[in-house]
């Protein structure tokens, strides 16, 4: 008798067991989610910062379980989308972002400020159910395919600066001109001209603040900088494009002469000379007949690696096309002001 119980209760053992044992059973949804974004590219305007500038929209998902799926957000300028910035929308099936949230996520995915780039989007759907950061859960996230917007994103507010005294203005920190990080990433860059010098001394150095209180960056090798190193130096006098990065320790100097080019002057492969103007500091063309249709642009020793039109507002690498004002065609004054990092500037003066 005492067998037969002993049965029984193994049996029931093993009926309890087995029920511990099932398991919630899900399926992946079928198919690549549906996403959609309200622009494909875009210029972003600092002086419409509450304005909306994109709307995302996605299918909802389900895995056939009673569990909650969450939905993110994810952007990266690499096409693999290897290390993106991610924002969980939760239950959430549409997002839309203003100018200046758009351009901090721009920024912050590694566009530069001021220039355009694309940035690629894509919706993650996952199930979170008993998951944590440490122990995720096992079901495995669907992904929507990449969308790939141009951005045109603003530069930060406060723009970092770096100063450059040397022999062609004595070297007086305080009044050295500067160099801009318009895209807040420790790449710096600036127009300098460094004038004819009998003693043939084209040195300069690179300072925090306009002062020399902290060490200077300064030559370590032809194409990197350290603090403390010695004077950095162009080939001759001329007006030098100079950058400086505070992050790799690279530094350069291109001499650039200028001039415009496009279809509005002449055509897009023959240029139009600018003279520098030393007491402005400008370039200039005195007089130049602009049509009423087609654009120009400004570059660089007759190449495109140095191009510049307008953007917010500003002169950008790779910009827009410029126009003759009001479409009225006619002899205007062209000036290129490139002497303010990070604030290039042009005007067109009609004769």
């Known amino acids: 008798m005492k067998r037969i119980i002993n049965y029984f209760l193994f049996i029931l053992l093993f009926a309890s067991c087995k029920k511990d044992e099932t398991r919630v059973v899900y399926s992946l949804p079928a198919g690549t989610p549906s996403f959609s974004s309200s622009i494909s590219s875009i210029v972003l305007d600092s002086t419409h910062k509450e ?20 939905y993110s957000l994810e952007f990266d300028t690499a096409n693999a989308m290897s290390n993106p910035v991610a924002f969980i929308m939760n239950a959430d099936t549409t997002k839309s972002y203003t100018v200046a949230q758009l351009n901090a996520i721009a920024l912050q995915a590694g566009l530069e400020g001021a220039k355009a780039g694309k940035l690629n989007v894509r919706m993650k759907a996952e199930v979170r159910m008993n998951g944590t950061s440490t122990n995720p859960s096992t079901i495995p996230a669907t992904y929507s395919a990449v969308l790939p917007v141009t951005i045109t994103a603003y530069a930060p507010a406060t723009v970092s600066r770096l100063w450059v005294p040397g022999e062609y203005q004595g070297w007086n920190a305080a009044t050295a001109p500067t160099l801009a990080d318009v895209a807040g990433k420790g790449a710096y860059e600036g127009y300098i001209y460094f004038p004819n010098n009998a003693s043939g001394n084209y040195t300069f150095k690179i300072t925090t603040a306009p002062n020399w209180n902290d060490p200077s960056w300064g030559y370590e090798s032809a194409t990197k900088m350290v603090k403390g190193g010695g004077n950095l130096y162009t080939p001759g006098e001329g007006y030098f494009l100079v950058r400086a990065n505070t992050t790799s320790r690279d530094w350069s100097t291109t001499p650039t002469t200028w001039s415009i080019v496009g279809d509005a002057v002449t055509d897009w492969d023959t240029d139009v000379p600018m003279t520098y103007d030393t007491e402005s500091g400008t370039w200039v063309i005195s007089s130049v007949n602009i049509k009423a249709s087609g654009g120009f642009k400004f570059r660089a020793n007759s190449a495109w690696t140095i191009n510049y039109g307008p953007a917010d507002g500003k002169l950008v690498q790779d910009g827009g ?31």
């Open 51 to 70: 304005d909306v500038a994109v709307s995302f929209a996605w299918s909802s998902l389900s895995y056939s379980i009673n569990a909650a799926v969450t």
């Open 321 to 351: 096309n410029i126009f003759a004002p009001g479409g009225v065609a006619g002899n205007y004054k062209v000036v290129l002001n490139l002497s303010d990092a990070g604030n290039y500037t042009y005007t067109l003066t009609k004769l």
